[in-house]
């Protein structure tokens, strides 16, 4: 394991799914698990030591409303998206999808990939964090 705290958020549209991926990916790491919806009622502040986020895409899309997406949900290592199981793909049609995936933090799963799949993502997005400050030029 890394020494780095990761910063995961975990989408899908499907509640149960999500929050059971979450609390085991937060369960492995030691780190709080919080959903999105708490985060933006109480306007909590995510611990800067690392934490596993979940929430709906269509939550995170509606309080973004026709701007970006908000600051607390920008700074994401990973973003593990579990992808619908019929392979739709209607959840592709978000805008906080196309945010993540522009970012190149948005990795894909299926809701039944192996938890291990996914600490191997995590723990690649977080030997490849920058530093926390402005990029460095060569």
């Known amino acids: 394991m890394v020494a780095t705290a990761p910063r995961v958020v975990v989408i899908a549209a499907d509640d149960g799914q999500r929050a059971a991926r979450a609390a085991r990916l937060a369960a492995h790491y030691g780190l709080p698990r919080l959903t999105a ?13 690392g934490y596993v986020l979940d929430g709906a895409p269509e939550l995170l899309d509606r309080v973004a409303g026709a701007g970006p997406l908000l600051p607390v949900f920008a700074r994401a290592d990973l973003v593990v998206y579990l992808r619908a199981r019929d392979g739709c793909g209607t959840d592709d049609a978000y805008r906080v999808i196309r945010y993540y995936e522009a970012r190149g933090v948005l990795v894909g799963f299926r809701p039944d990939a192996p938890d291990d799949d996914v600490v191997v993502a995590v723990e690649a997005a977080l030997r490849a964090r920058p530093d926390e400050g402005p990029p460095r030029l060569p």
Not at 37 to 49: F, I, K, Q, S
Request: charged share 45%; aromatic share 0%.
């Open 37 to 49: 919806a708490d985060v933006l009622a109480d306007h909590r502040r995510l611990p800067d030591e």
